[in-house]
């Protein structure tokens, strides 16, 4: 009998903690220029994709993750036309701002040219329908160098990237949360992808320390998502528009049909509310933010 290759999350080693997936079969794995790179089916999750040893994205629960960094930040804001993806090489969250008719482009912004490459070819149902709609931009950039130089403004700016490791780190600083600041519009939102505040609290308050010295609202809301393992996600938010993350339920519901109602599978207008919520441990430490 073949042994299984088990394949081991190791973001959490320093804490002791190592998450492992029994292997199916390895479907791709490189060393790309950027990072360690392999796709492999799981029986129960699919196809995973893991980064440097971080899982970015399972086809069994992609859903949970880029709905919530989508629908949260475009349902709140209502008339977002131009919407930047820093990072976001599987599509999955450039997907779900293509639903949104209001949006007339999305830009993404991604380092690695063989993550997009790959996407393409192992996760159609994402990168698919993505590379055929028109309102689609891919740039293939530093996100950091894209944000600090572009001409373009933007509604909602998204950051889909990596932990904060190799060339994810500087999507973590001060210096770019201020370029984005630099290219959102009046009233626009930032959202973040922002770790799992039970195994990384610093990177949260960081974040929302850095944030709150350049905009007027900052915090974040949750969502578990499986694969993330430790809990609650944290998605950062920053905003000048305090009244984004206060809009009413039926606001919210109402602009989900005016979009045409599209079907969701984790999103949904209570769920959007109710995210906002903190658990009292989170909540500390957006507290303790400076
Ligand atoms: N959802 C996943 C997560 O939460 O861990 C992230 C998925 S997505 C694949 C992350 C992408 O960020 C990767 O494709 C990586 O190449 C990209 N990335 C990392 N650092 C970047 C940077 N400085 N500029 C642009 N893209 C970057």
Same mark, same amino acid.
């Given at each position: 009998?073949?042994?299984k =290759?088990? %394949?081991?999350e190791t973001?959490?080693e320093s804490l002791?903690v190592r !998450?492992s997936f029994?292997?199916?079969?390895v479907?791709?794995?490189?060393?790309t /220029?950027?990072?360690h #790179?392999?796709l492999?089916?799981?029986?129960?999750?699919?196809?995973?994709?893991?980064?440097?040893g971080? !899982?970015q994205v399972?086809?069994?629960? @992609?859903?949970?993750?880029?709905e919530?960094?989508t629908h949260v $930040? #475009?349902?709140?804001?209502?008339?977002? =036309?131009?919407?930047l993806v820093?990072?976001g090489?599987?599509c999955g969250?450039?997907?779900?701002v293509l639903k949104?008719?209001t949006?007339?482009?999305? !830009?993404?912004v991604?380092i690695?040219?063989?993550?997009?490459a790959?996407a393409?070819?192992?996760?159609?149902?994402?990168a698919?329908?993505v590379?055929? *709609?028109?309102r689609f931009?891919?740039?293939?950039? *530093?996100?950091?160098?894209y944000a600090?130089?572009? *001409?373009?403004?933007?509604?909602? %700016?998204i950051?889909?990237?990596?932990?904060p490791?190799? $060339?994810?780190a500087?999507?973590f600083t001060?210096a770019?949360h201020?370029?984005?600041?630099r290219?959102l519009?009046?009233?626009?939102?930032?959202?973040s992808?922002?770790g799992? $505040?039970?195994?990384q609290?610093?990177?949260?308050? +960081?974040?929302?320390g850095?944030f709150?010295?350049?905009?007027a /609202?900052?915090g974040?809301?949750v969502?578990?998502i499986?694969?993330?393992?430790?809990?609650?996600m944290?998605m950062?938010?920053?905003?000048?528009d305090?009244?984004?993350r206060?809009?009413p =339920?039926?606001?919210i519901? +109402? =602009?989900h049909?005016?979009?045409?109602?599209?079907?969701?599978r984790?999103w949904? $207008? @209570?769920v959007?509310?109710?995210?906002f919520?903190?658990p009292?441990f989170?909540a500390? %430490?957006? /507290?303790?933010?400076?």
């Open positions: 009998m073949t042994c =290759r088990w %394949i081991a973001l959490f002791g !998450t029994a292997v199916e079969r479907l791709y794995e490189t060393q /220029d950027h990072q #790179l392999v492999f089916e799981h029986k129960h999750f699919g196809k995973v994709l893991m980064l440097d971080a !899982t399972t086809t069994r629960d @992609e859903f949970i993750y880029h919530m960094m $930040p #475009l349902f709140a804001h209502g008339q977002a =036309r131009q919407v820093v990072g090489g599987d969250i450039a997907k779900e949104h008719p949006v007339e482009r999305v !830009t993404q991604e690695d040219a063989s993550v997009l790959f393409k070819e192992h996760f159609p149902e994402m698919g329908p590379f055929a *709609d028109q931009r891919s740039v293939i950039d *530093d996100g950091m160098r600090a130089e572009t *001409d373009q403004e933007f509604d909602a %700016i950051v889909d990237s990596t932990d490791q190799g $060339p994810g500087v999507l001060p770019f201020a370029a984005c600041k290219c519009r009046p009233g626009g939102v930032l959202v992808q922002n799992v $505040p039970f195994f609290p610093d990177e949260l308050l +960081a974040s929302i850095s709150r010295r350049l905009f /609202d900052a974040c809301y969502a578990a499986p694969t993330y393992v430790g809990g609650h944290a950062g938010w920053a905003t000048d305090s009244n984004l206060h809009v =339920r039926e606001t519901a +109402a =602009r049909q005016a979009a045409g109602a599209f079907p969701t984790y949904t $207008p @209570e959007h509310q109710s995210a919520a903190l009292r989170i500390d %430490i957006v /507290d303790r933010a400076r």
